[in-house]
């Protein structure tokens, strides 16, 4: 079982940075960040091996958002920068315990998650 509590939403306008973080009470293999807009289904943002490093961006955030984590701390980070109003959500980190590689945005391989952190991006 790993808990997993997100921190650093609030409220920005345009153009502005938001770094959320994710700490997690055990290991993971890969860690991930969702979002869900009101109406919208949730989808993937970004996500790590935590082992290698090796991150996976949506198309959406590319060259704007960083995934890094903290192994000491066992802490998960979302650098969001250059924010617009479609990034408003609800996010969440995710976790998934079994070590296979693969589909590493594929919101079904994760059976741990937060309870979200809300950004809101006004214009």
């Known amino acids: 079982q790993v808990e997993l509590v997100e921190s650093g939403g609030g409220s920005v306008q345009t153009g502005g940075s938001l770094r959320l973080s994710c700490v997690a009470s055990?290991?993971?293999?890969?860690m991930a960040w969702f979002r869900q807009a009101p109406g919208k289904e949730r989808e993937a943002v970004a996500a790590i091996y935590t082992d290698s490093g090796t991150t996976f961006y949506a198309n959406s955030v590319r060259g704007r958002f960083a995934v890094s984590q903290d192994n000491a701390k066992n802490t998960l980070y979302l650098q969001m920068n250059t924010l617009k109003p479609d990034d408003t959500a609800m996010y969440y980190c995710?976790?998934?315990?079994?070590?296979?590689?693969?589909?590493?945005?594929?919101?079904?391989?994760?059976?741990?998650w937060g309870q979200g952190t809300q950004v809101t991006v006004s214009s």
């Open positions: 055990g290991y993971s293999f890969c």
């Open positions: 995710a976790a998934d315990s079994s070590r296979r590689y693969g589909y590493p945005l594929l919101e079904g391989r994760f059976n741990y």
